[in-house]
Protein backbone atom coordinates (compact mmCIF):
# COMPACT_ATOMS: atom_id res chain seq x y z
CA UNK A 1 0.00 0.00 0.00
CA UNK A 2 1.21 3.35 -0.83
CA UNK A 3 2.01 5.99 1.46
CA UNK A 4 -0.51 8.38 0.16
CA UNK A 5 -3.38 5.39 0.45
CA UNK A 6 -2.56 5.35 4.31
CA UNK A 7 -2.96 8.97 4.59
CA UNK A 8 -6.34 9.18 3.76
CA UNK A 9 -7.12 10.51 7.21
CA UNK A 10 -5.17 13.85 6.52
CA UNK A 11 -8.31 15.59 6.56
CA UNK A 12 -8.51 14.99 10.12
CA UNK A 13 -4.80 14.45 11.13
CA UNK A 14 -3.21 16.80 8.97
CA UNK A 15 0.40 16.69 10.32
CA UNK A 16 2.04 13.01 9.84
CA UNK A 17 5.01 11.63 11.58
CA UNK A 18 7.15 10.00 9.19
CA UNK A 19 11.09 8.83 9.41
CA UNK A 20 13.97 8.24 6.52
CA UNK A 21 13.92 4.93 5.38
CA UNK A 22 17.59 5.47 3.59
CA UNK A 23 20.23 8.00 3.55
CA UNK A 24 19.08 11.69 1.63
CA UNK A 25 23.43 12.87 1.80
CA UNK A 26 23.05 16.25 0.25
CA UNK A 27 21.30 17.19 3.41
CA UNK A 28 23.82 14.97 5.96
CA UNK A 29 20.56 13.17 6.88
CA UNK A 30 20.93 9.75 7.75
CA UNK A 31 18.17 7.17 7.71
CA UNK A 32 15.80 6.53 10.57
CA UNK A 33 15.47 10.90 11.15
CA UNK A 34 12.32 12.13 11.98
CA UNK A 35 9.66 14.80 10.48
CA UNK A 36 6.81 16.06 9.91
CA UNK A 37 4.54 16.01 6.86
CA UNK A 38 3.49 19.52 6.25
CA UNK A 39 2.26 19.19 2.61
CA UNK A 40 1.79 16.53 0.28
CA UNK A 41 2.54 16.49 -4.02
CA UNK A 42 0.50 14.02 -5.68
CA UNK A 43 2.18 13.30 -8.89
CA UNK A 44 0.14 12.04 -11.69
CA UNK A 45 2.40 10.39 -13.38
CA UNK A 46 5.50 9.16 -11.44
CA UNK A 47 6.37 9.18 -7.29
CA UNK A 48 4.41 11.71 -5.17
CA UNK A 49 6.55 14.14 -2.95
CA UNK A 50 6.67 15.60 0.33
CA UNK A 51 7.78 18.39 2.67
CA UNK A 52 8.87 17.64 5.71
CA UNK A 53 9.11 19.95 8.83
CA UNK A 54 11.91 19.02 11.52
CA UNK A 55 14.73 16.99 9.89
CA UNK A 56 16.80 20.21 9.88
CA UNK A 57 16.52 22.81 12.34
CA UNK A 58 14.49 26.16 10.38
CA UNK A 59 14.35 24.22 6.89
CA UNK A 60 11.72 22.12 4.99
CA UNK A 61 13.03 19.32 3.17
CA UNK A 62 11.42 17.89 -0.14
CA UNK A 63 11.45 14.22 -0.15
CA UNK A 64 9.96 11.56 -2.40
CA UNK A 65 7.34 8.68 -1.37
CA UNK A 66 10.04 5.68 -1.64
CA UNK A 67 12.38 7.63 1.18
CA UNK A 68 9.98 8.09 4.02
CA UNK A 69 7.45 5.60 6.12
CA UNK A 70 4.41 6.65 8.39
CA UNK A 71 5.27 6.11 12.16
CA UNK A 72 2.73 4.51 13.66
CA UNK A 73 1.25 5.70 16.69
CA UNK A 74 -0.57 3.89 19.33
CA UNK A 75 -3.37 6.15 21.22
CA UNK A 76 -3.44 5.15 25.11
CA UNK A 77 -6.50 6.04 27.43
CA UNK A 78 -5.00 8.45 30.04
CA UNK A 79 -6.21 8.04 33.16
CA UNK A 80 -6.81 11.32 35.65
CA UNK A 81 -6.80 11.26 39.41
CA UNK A 82 -8.49 13.79 41.78
CA UNK A 83 -7.43 14.63 44.71
CA UNK A 84 -9.65 16.00 47.50
Do not use: C, H, W
Not at 20 to 46: A, C, R
Amino acid sequence: MRLSDKLLFRQRFPLSQVQLIQDIPEFNLKKGSMGVIVEYYPISEGENGYSIEGLIAQYIVEVAESQIQLIKVEKTQEKTTFLN
